[in-house]
Nanobody, 121 residues
């Protein structure tokens, strides 16, 4: 069973930066998309940034120009560079990958357990 593990969360002051990382526990045969979602208290989980296997990206309007998603495809790693953080970015951040574990396996969605990002002075 593939597991995703996020790291890099923590407490940061407003205006600061953080970089989140997400790694898969085993090698993946193919990855269609890698992305980051977040869920703030009392709110629904929302898409933050998405990276496709052809390099296209999509960002939530609220993070455009501040966040950058990137990946090391050879290592099945995905990153989220977050700059100019504000209290509104406080949430649990989740890594997601749509991937196949073999040529005959079905494409499925994998989630990490989440990492807390708190922006506060």
């Amino acid at each position: 069973q593939v597991q995703l593990v996020e790291s890099g969360g923590g407490l940061v002051q407003p205006g600061g930066s953080l970089t989140l990382s997400c790694a898969a526990s085993e090698s993946l045969f193919a990855v269609a998309t890698m992305g980051w979602y977040r869920q703030a208290p009392g709110k629904q989980r929302e898409l933050v940034a998405l990276l496709s296997n052809v390099g296209s990206t999509h960002y939530a309007d609220s993070v455009k120009g501040r966040f950058t998603v990137s990946a090391d495809n050879a290592k099945n790693l995905v990153y989220l560079q977050m700059n100019s953080l504000g209290p509104e970015d406080t949430a649990v951040y989740y890594c997601n990958m749509w991937a196949k574990t073999s040529s005959v396996a079905a494409l499925r969605s994998y989630w990490g357990p989440g990492t807390q990002v708190t922006v506060s002075s």
